[in-house]
């Protein structure tokens, strides 16, 4: 029997249990938005890697294609980010993999399954943070499992700094430095926090124009 990891919308972060997951599959399938090459050089390291580019995938990304189709223990598959530029013919694929929207589906139409394995990256307001497994009993035979990361990320703060409780003024004057022009390490510093919990909110604010204190702290709050 064959596994096969199924994971999209990494947006830079590779999650311990994630890591697990994978180490017991024999291949991955990665359906865009790396925003980092680390996160698919890291993923390279695991088992043998399929993912084609998400939006957020610049520059670097442009080495990744925009579809990708393959046959995989039996299975033909089609692979793209955003499901809404899938092309009317889609071939002889019987299995559509996709990411975008932080929201796992899995679904037949016409004789097509198409499944969303969600986000297993940073937490999206209060969406839960997935990813499949398909397990191969057979060529072209299979079944597919949700899998619910639940775990808290090692290495990144979970908690805000006790001498730090009103989260509201913090991010707010986090946003405000930005705007000056401080860098990660130096806002890090101010606050005495942890740099890459700094750069999740930084990154927010400059990504996501409009994006209010809420709307940042619902993202970070559940890391």
Known sequence: MYQIGIISDTHGLVRQKVKETLQNCDAILHAGDFYQKAVLDELKQIAPLYAVRGN????????????????????????????????????TAKLVVFGHSHQYLDREENGIRFLNPGSCGPRRFHQPITMAVID??????????????????????????????????????????????????????????????????CRMYLTHPGVDVDGILNRVGGL
């Open 56 to 91: 957020v995938d610049k520059e670097w990304g442009m080495m990744l294609p925009s579809s990708l189709d393959i046959m995989l223990f039996g299975i033909p598959i089609k692979m793209i980010h955003n499901k809404k530029e899938l092309p009317q013919d889609l071939g």
């Open 136 to 201: 191969v009993a057979k060529e072209g035979m299979y079944t597919v499992r949700k899998i619910d990361i639940v775990e808290t990320v090692a290495g990144k703060m979970s908690k805000w700094p006790q001498k730090n409780k009103d989260q509201h003024k913090l991010v707010m004057a986090i946003m405000q430095d930005v705007d000056k022009g401080w860098t990660v390490e130096q806002i890090a510093k101010e606050y005495h926090m942890d740099t890459k919990l700094i750069e999740q909110i």
